[in-house]
């Protein structure tokens, strides 16, 4: 099963988004985006191309085993990205904004009066990605 995650930009109070399957985690994910990722053209340009099996240190070794196409999805704002994302279905959103990654993890919380379930699950605030990968050990390699 893989680690989904939803990869965004914000620009000019729109957010675009694209969809990735695998080692959607920060010891994969999040280190690709804040390694090779790591301005507002190549976030871009990385969204703009639209779904990708696995994030690798280049477009076009992204496009080398890409399955099928699926163009960016496009949105009025970032709530507006958040209330459309399951949080069962893309466990991190990383999201570039003001010159710098970002990320929210899927949660969950017990609730004690709901009817469906007694866990709602829900994508947490947006911490500053750099900030979360200082949390990672320090002998941490990217596998890929």
Excluded at 5 to 16: L, Q, T, Y
Excluded at 45 to 68: C, F, K, M, Q, W
Excluded at 95 to 117: A, F, H, I, N, P
């Amino acid at each position: 099963m893989g680690t989904r995650s939803r990869i965004a930009i914000e620009k000019d109070g729109k957010v675009k988004s694209m969809y990735c399957h695998w080692d959607g985690y920060l010891e994969y994910n999040g280190k690709m985006l804040f390694d090779y990722y790591d301005s507002e053209e190549k976030a871009e340009a990385l969204v703009n191309n639209g779904y990708a099996s696995s994030l690798r240190e280049t477009i076009e070794e992204i496009n080398s085993d890409r399955v099928h196409q699926d163009p960016p999805e496009e949105y009025h704002s970032v709530r507006q990205m958040l209330y459309h994302e399951d949080p069962l279905f893309a466990e991190y959103i990383y999201l570039w904004k003001d010159g710098e990654w970002w990320v929210s993890y899927s949660k969950s919380t017990k609730v004690q009066d709901c009817y469906l379930s007694e866990r709602v699950y829900f994508h947490s605030n947006f911490y500053p990605l750099a900030g979360e990968l200082e949390k990672l050990p320090e002998d941490l390699e990217v596998v890929g």
